[in-house]
């Protein structure tokens, strides 16, 4: 029997729990694992017989306290080589007005920005609180971080776009190569 903890904000223990407890009974079902959830502290212990079970059920909570929706986290168990990253904004932001005017570079206007990183990267982005949240392939994920990295930095969305329409023209160029 494997365990481990994991400790939530407050907020993400509603849609990790989900309508009359149907997400984490979901959860428990896809992974066979067993989530007890103390709301009052956040903490959720996850148990399981299958170790790498219990560490892929624990990816998948990470992502909701990160602000993924449970269907878009579910993602993590259905590709075994996809992987969570998270990226802390909070190291480059001094004030929350500063925090505020970057998640805003991030997500873009009505969210279009971070929709077009998701559609020329193909991750999934999550940005929350003072993080921004990757699920996608290393590549992927590698691709995404430098896109945010710029981004923070203050480049145009422009120069970040063509960026990622570069390495997205590199990588088909690269499976074409691999497989003729």
């Keep these: 029997m494997t365990t481990t903890d994991i400790k939530i904000t407050a ?6 729990i989900g309508k009359g407890g149907a997400t984490k009974r979901q959860i428990e079902e896809l992974t066979d694992t067993n989530l007890t959830v103390n709301s009052d502290e956040g903490i959720v212990t996850i148990d399981g ?3 790498v079970a219990v560490m892929r059920t ?7 306290n990160r602000g993924f929706s449970p269907e878009r986290a579910y993602t993590l168990l259905e590709e075994e080589d996809l992987l969570l990253d998270i990226i ?16 805003g570079r991030i997500i873009g206007k009505n969210g279009r ?3 077009q990183i998701e ?4 991750a999934l982005v999550s940005v929350h609180g003072k993080t921004v949240a990757i699920i996608g392939t290393f590549d992927q994920v590698k691709i995404v971080s430098e896109a945010v990295e710029m981004l923070v930095e203050g480049l145009p969305h422009a120069t970040v776009f063509s960026f990622l329409d570069r390495k997205r023209k590199e990588q088909k160029a690269d499976m074409f190569e691999y497989y003729y």
């Design 88 to 103: 802390d904004l909070s190291g480059v932001c001094s004030t929350p007005k500063q925090m505020e005017r970057l998640r």
């Design 11 to 16: 907020s993400r223990v509603a849609v990790l």
């Design 49 to 51: 017989e299958d170790a």
């Design 113 to 115: 920005a971070r929709e």
């Design 119 to 122: 559609d020329m990267t193909g």
């Design 58 to 64: 624990t990816e998948l909570v990470r992502a909701i």
